[in-house]
């Protein structure tokens, strides 16, 4: 095991912290695989995670929330359709107030959305292109996760639990608020079923198809919130990587977060995976739990 670094915080000097902190990620797998559900993730985690948290336990616990956000969107099945009623889900209301909102025309035809503009002329280069940030956001975040372990480990930590925080609650909410995408209306029209299936949506499907592999399909297949639009995380994950890692980018890197973020945004209404209304609330609360782990943690003095 390796030395404890006396910079760690409380918890995580303790000597039970990483049989607690990595019995999740060898518990759960173990139970997941024992179901017949073969998956490398799991197989991985089983090895990689208490492996972490025994000789590197600094990089590991810098990184813990960010594993606990896998952990918890994996076992969000059991709890998918809890507080959901068709009643309470919102679908064509929301998508009412979008075409109040930013309502266009649509071949000649009543107001509709982006969306519907967007679907009536599919374009295979742009479902490719905003295919980029969908399918690698989540290595973007591990990226920039390690990308400030070499430089600020106090920005590294408050970066990863603002990335649990923004997780737990967008899942709240979609208990509270939920709310059906755009490629639900798409498909379903204005009724709602609570055993409908996650899908990709076709813009993703048709990279898929392009490809030759079902990536998209596989991964987006097996959300456990079908009913969970708003808000979009899809859009604060990226904003949270360049606001955290700004102080240490060089400028041509920061075009590039920024350039990131953005194509994030209009990849989510592009997609058909997000109303506009979603992407801004996915935004505020992105800068809303920035603003409170400041305040709860601030940075040390001299820290950028």
């Known amino acids: 095991m390796s030395p404890v670094d006396p910079a760690l915080p409380a918890f995580a000097r303790a000597r039970l912290f990483p049989w607690l902190a990595s019995a999740p990620f060898v518990l759960w797998p173990s139970y997941v695989l024992s179901q017949g559900e073969v998956r490398w993730e799991m197989i991985t985690a089983m090895v990689l995670v208490p492996a972490l948290a025994f000789t590197r336990r600094k990089l590991?616990?810098?990184l813990f929330p960010l594993a606990l956000v896998a952990f918890l969107y994996d076992t969000m099945r059991f709890v998918k359709n809890v507080g959901l009623t068709p009643e309470r889900v919102h679908l064509c209301d929301l998508r009412e107030a979008e075409i109040a909102l930013f309502g266009v025309g649509v071949g000649g035809g009543p107001m509709g959305t982006l969306h519907d503009a967007i679907q009536a002329r599919p374009s295979l280069a742009l479902d490719a292109l905003c295919a980029?940030?969908?399918?690698?956001?989540?290595?973007a975040v591990i990226g920039a996760a390690v990308f400030l372990y070499g430089r600020?480990?106090?920005?590294?930590?408050?970066?990863?639990?603002?990335?649990?925080?923004?997780?737990i609650a967008g899942f709240l909410t979609y208990h509270l608020y939920p709310a059906a995408p755009p490629w639900y209306f798409h498909a379903h029209g204005c009724v709602v079923d609570l055993d409908a299936r996650a899908s990709a949506g076709p813009n993703l499907a048709r990279v898929d198809a392009l490809m030759g592999v079902e990536y998209f399909r596989g991964f987006y297949g097996r959300s456990n919130d079908i009913f969970g639009a708003v808000p979009s995380l899809h859009v604060a994950y990226p904003a949270l990587v360049a606001v955290e890692?700004?102080?240490?980018?060089?400028?041509?890197k920061r075009v590039v977060a920024v350039a990131y973020a953005?194509?994030?945004?209009?990849?989510?209404?592009?997609?058909?995976?997000?109303?506009?209304?979603?992407?801004?609330?996915?935004?505020?609360?992105?800068?809303?739990?920035?603003?409170?782990?400041?305040?709860?943690?601030?940075?040390?003095?001299?820290?950028?």
């Open 60 to 62: 590991f616990t810098g």
């Open 132 to 139: 980029i940030p969908y399918g690698t956001y989540i290595y």
């Open 152 to 167: 600020d480990f106090h920005r590294l930590q408050r970066f990863a639990w603002t990335f649990l925080l923004l997780n």
């Open 245 to 252: 890692t700004w102080p240490y980018l060089s400028l041509p």
């Open 262 to 304: 953005v194509l994030m945004c209009v990849a989510a209404v592009y997609l058909d995976h997000h109303w506009v209304i979603d992407v801004l609330v996915g935004l505020a609360y992105t800068a809303a739990l920035m603003w409170l782990l400041r305040r709860l943690f601030p940075p040390p003095p001299g820290s950028p």
